[in-house]
């Protein structure tokens, strides 16, 4: 199944066996053509993981060519894009998604919380992300995004409580990134420092959360 197989791949690339990794998951296209998209979303998503970011656009790249700008492969380009610091070409990306598909809550609240992440259009952001949540209320990755355009706002008290929702929903190293942060803004370091640490805990290799507190 191409879920193992990904799990796979996933142990193989963090060995640096990428071509054995990669076989591994051509040989479900061999057997089933139509996992054709599948695989390749998977490969730039590994490749992402293993902060081959510029491989990762490439492989997303030829799939939109290959795929016809499916419009997956347009929403996976546009976070490869975002990653890189490439945001306004992210932003357009998304634009034209959005178009495509005004009412997906999933690109509305990737583009709300790029603009927000970015301090960008933070009126548009809290828009989208609020539209969002209306389709999807109990999305942590939406409560997410609508506490820190907030707390992008000046308003970290209206965000707390949502984070805490978020948390409670998802226990994510991110999430949990935010939710100190905020407290920390709101002078509550105490707890802030205990979130970290518990978060830490079970998620030991998490980027952000390890950023968040050296800075």
């Known amino acids: 199944g191409v879920m ?4 796979a791949a ?20 061999t057997a089933d053509p139509s996992a054709g998209l599948e695989v390749e979303l998977i490969k730039a998503s590994l490749l992402d993981e293993q902060k081959q970011g510029e491989a990762s656009l490439a492989i997303l790249d030829s799939a939109s060519e290959r795929f016809a700008n499916h419009p997956s492969v347009r929403y996976q380009r546009a976070l ?18 959005l178009k ?13 919380y790029s603009l927000a992440d970015r301090n960008q259009q ?7 992300i609020v539209k969002a949540l209306a389709a999807a209320p109990d999305n942590p990755a939406v409560l997410d995004s609508l506490a820190w355009v ?4 000046g308003d970290a008290a209206s965000a707390l409580p949502l984070l805490e929702r978020a948390y409670r929903v ?29 978060a830490l805990a079970r998620s030991p290799d998490a980027e952000i959360l390890r950023a968040t507190i050296v800075r």
Do not use: C
Request: charged content about 30%.
């Open 150 to 153: 907030r707390f992008r706002h």
């Open 122 to 128: 933070l009126p548009r952001a809290e828009q989208l």
């Open 170 to 198: 998802f226990p994510d190293a991110e999430i949990a990134a935010h939710w100190g942060e905020v407290l920390w803004a709101l002078e509550r370091q105490a707890e802030a420092r205990v979130i970290w640490a518990r």
């Open 80 to 97: 490869a894009l975002d990653k890189l610091g490439q945001y306004r070409d992210s932003f357009k990306l998304l634009e034209v998604l």
């Open 4 to 7: 193992v197989r990904s799990r």
């Open 100 to 112: 495509d598909r005004p009412d997906d809550p999933t690109i509305m609240n990737a583009y709300g």
């Open 10 to 29: 996933r142990l193989l690339l963090k060995r640096g066996d990428q071509n054995d990794a990669f076989a591994l998951l051509d040989a479900v296209v």
